[in-house]
């Protein structure tokens, strides 16, 4: 470790060590939010599922709008780490670091979104888009950059395979191209770096999604526990609510089975009536994607003042 990463981690832990104190008077949640690709995203969630953190410029100890939460940014890298020692109670970080440090944390919820999309990412082999390797087996020998090296070392042990594979600090696509390795293993969401930089993905070694994962030890305590489960249900419930809008329509009493025969609902639509009329209004909420087609349908049967709304959360 060099000195600017050790003066980061002793601040850290000094930081942790101050906030047991006030602890000591109130029961605080320690919850690490991850820095980096996930940092916008999950603010963002957090907001949308009732907490609004607030980020200052240069400060990892951002303000949060709940008393009983003290929230730490921190590497994704690392989380699982610092969760699994117990200085933080819980966190979100990608399920591919937590695997690559093997660490012994609980995961409480898989929370699927990215950097940009509301998809998992996956870890892929990639060669240049001239490289006369198209399989796996082709590598032995090779040599292999990855930021990801222990799953990279535990995929070719188990396939028997002997290859040189060095850590990379970032900008991975950038050495496949310039010839400072044969193959990477990296992280792609949408593509567009692979694309970028002409390289062909040859295997996908596993999919990754966010996680809240948590400590043995927090799980031990009832009202972290609580607070935990409390929190993953809202993140979930926000997150669902993303896909999920909500209709309202009315119906005349004559057209009233035909529509709801095509109307798709959670449990069963909500029906009430009218004042004073022969019209129903119905109310019910359905995927996103399903609304294209539902709402020509609904008006060419009869549905009319049909509204669609978004929704915060679904729980
Ligand atoms: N588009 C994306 N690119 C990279 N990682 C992503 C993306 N979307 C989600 N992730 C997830 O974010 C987590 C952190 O990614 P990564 O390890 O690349 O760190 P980072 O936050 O991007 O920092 P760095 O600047 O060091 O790359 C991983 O669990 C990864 O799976
Ligand atoms: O498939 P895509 O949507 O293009 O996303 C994948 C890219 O995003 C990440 O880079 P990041 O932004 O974390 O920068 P880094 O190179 O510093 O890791 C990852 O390391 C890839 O380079
Ligand atoms: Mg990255």
């Known amino acids: 470790m060099d000195d600017d990463n050790a003066g980061g981690e002793k601040s850290f832990a000094l930081t942790i060590i101050i906030s047991r104190t006030i602890e000591d008077?109130?029961?605080?949640?320690?919850?690490?939010?991850?820095?980096?690709?996930?940092?916008?995203?999950?603010?963002?969630?957090?907001?949308?599922?009732?907490?609004?953190?607030?980020?200052?410029?240069?400060?990892?100890?951002?303000?949060?709008?709940d008393p009983e939460l003290s929230v730490y940014i921190c590497r994704p890298q690392e989380m699982s780490r610092y969760i699994?020692?117990?200085?933080?109670?819980?966190?979100?970080?990608?399920?591919?670091?937590t695997l690559e440090n093997e660490s012994d944390v609980v995961v409480i919820e898989d929370l699927v979104y990215?950097?940009?999309?509301?998809?998992?990412?996956?870890?892929?082999?990639?060669?240049?888009?001239?490289?006369?390797?198209?399989?796996?087996?082709?590598?032995?020998?090779?040599?292999?950059?990855?930021?990801?090296?222990?799953?990279?070392?535990?995929?070719?042990?188990?396939?028997?395979?002997?290859?040189?594979?060095?850590?990379?600090?970032?900008?991975?696509?950038?050495?496949?191209?310039s010839g400072l390795a044969d193959a990477?293993?990296?992280?792609?969401?949408?593509?567009?770096?692979?694309?970028?930089?002409?390289?062909?993905?040859?295997?996908?070694?596993?999919?990754?999604?966010?996680?809240?994962?948590?400590?043995?030890?927090?799980?031990?305590?009832?009202?972290?526990?609580?607070?935990?489960?409390?929190?993953a249900m809202l993140l979930q419930g926000a997150l669902r609510a993303d896909k999920i809008v909500a209709l309202k329509m009315n119906v005349p009493e004559e057209r009233f089975d035909e529509i709801l025969e095509i109307l798709p609902s959670v449990t069963a639509p909500t029906v009430a009536r009218l004042y004073k009329q022969p019209w129903f209004s119905v109310e019910t909420v359905i995927s996103e994607h399903q609304v294209r087609d539902l709402i020509p349908q609904?008006?060419?049967?009869?549905?009319?003042?049909?509204?669609?709304?978004?929704l915060n959360k679904v729980i």
Not at 26 to 46: N, R
Not at 203 to 214: C, K, R, V, Y
Request: no cysteine; charged share 25%; net charge neutral.
């Open 25 to 65: 008077i109130m029961s605080v949640l320690k919850i690490g939010i991850p820095k980096g690709s996930l940092e916008k995203a999950t603010i963002a969630l957090f907001e949308k599922s009732g907490w609004k953190i607030k980020m200052a410029s240069r400060n990892y100890f951002p303000e949060v709008d």
């Open 114 to 177: 990215s950097k940009v999309s509301k998809k998992p990412t996956r870890w892929v082999i990639a060669v240049p888009g001239d490289s006369p390797i198209t399989t796996v087996e082709q590598l032995d020998g090779k040599r292999i950059s990855t930021e990801l090296v222990n799953v990279t070392q535990s995929f070719f042990k188990e396939r028997n395979m002997n290859v040189d594979i060095s850590f990379s600090w970032g900008a991975t696509e950038a050495k496949a191209v």
């Open 84 to 97: 699994e020692d117990g200085l933080l109670d819980a966190g979100i970080t990608g399920k591919d670091w």
């Open 184 to 231: 990477i293993v990296e992280v792609t969401e949408t593509e567009a770096t692979i694309r970028a930089h002409g390289l062909r993905v040859i295997h996908e070694l596993m999919q990754s999604n966010t996680q809240l994962i948590a400590s043995h030890q927090a799980l031990e305590d009832s009202w972290k526990k609580e607070k935990i489960n409390d929190i």
């Open 298 to 310: 609904l008006k060419k049967i009869g549905a009319e003042g049909i509204i669609e709304y978004s």
